[in-house]
C-alpha cells in the first residue's frame, strides 16, 4: 500500500496494491498494523457505514463536535464520487482549506480523514456505493455541518447546479465564518 500525506497534515490518500488476474481482483482494504505503520496514526475504528446513491446526490459537509469528532477512511465500492474534506482545526496552518480527491471502484482509493475535519462528497455515477469506517459511533446531538457551496471554500462539485440534490437538512447548514471554534 502507499500512503500519501496531502497538503491538510494528517489527511492522507491510500493507494492499496492490487493483484489482478483474469479471475478478477483482490486487494486488503485495510491492515490496521500497516495503516499505523505508514500513518502514525492510533485508530480504532468502531463502525462501518455504506450509502448507495445515483449521480447528483451532495452529502455533505458534515462533521461531529467535541468528543463525539469522527475520523474516518472512506472508498468507493462501485461507481465514483468526488469526495471532499475541509480542515475545521482552530489551531491548524491550513484550517477553511479543503482538499478533494475522485475515488473510484476503478482506482479504489481511499482518504483518510482525521477528526477535525468536516467532509462530504458528490456522487459522480449511477449506483454508487460508498463505504466508511468511523473511530467513533453517531452521536446526531453533535452533528453539525458546512453550507456545501459556501464561497468562501471554492469548491468545484464536478456537477452542474441543476444536477445537486440535497437532503433537507444539508440545505439548512451554516457557511464556515459562522461556525463555533
Not at 500497516?34 to 496514526?41: A, E, I, V
Not at 449521480?55 to 468526488?82: M, N
Not at 446526531?140 to 469548491?155: F, H, K, M, R, W
Request: glycine residues 6%.
Amino acid at each position: 500500500m502507499q500512503v500519501i500525506e496531502t497538503k491538510l497534515k494528517g489527511c492522507f490518500v491510500i493507494e492499496p496494491r492490487v493483484f489482478g488476474d483474469e479471475r478478477g481482483y483482490f486487494f486488503e482494504s485495510f491492515n490496521k498494523t500497516s495503516f499505523q505503520k505508514l500513518t502514525g496514526q492510533e485508530i480504532d475504528f468502531v463502525q462501518d457505514n455504506e450509502a448507495y446513491s445515483n449521480r447528483g446526490v451532495l452529502r455533505g459537509l458534515h462533521f461531529q463536535k467535541g468528543e463525539h469528532a469522527q475520523a474516518k477512511l472512506v472508498r468507493v465500492v462501485k461507481g465514483k464520487v468526488l469526495d471532499v474534506v475541509v480542515d475545521l482545526r482552530p489551531d491548524s496552518e491550513t484550517y477553511g482549506e479543503h482538499f478533494s480527491i475522485v475515488l473510484s471502484e476503478e482506482n479504489k482509493k481511499q482518504l483518510f480523514v482525521p477528526r477535525g475535519f468536516a467532509h462530504g462528497y458528490s456522487v459522480l455515477e449511477n449506483n454508487t456505493v460508498f463505504v466508511y469506517k468511523c473511530d467513533n459511533y453517531y452521536a446526531p446531538d453533535t452533528e453539525s455541518g458546512i453550507l456545501y457551496n459556501d464561497a468562501s471554500l471554492q469548491i468545484d462539485w464536478m456537477l452542474e447546479a441543476h444536477e445537486i440534490q440535497l437532503s433537507d437538512k444539508d440545505k439548512k447548514l451554516k457557511l464556515i465564518k459562522e461556525l463555533e471554534n
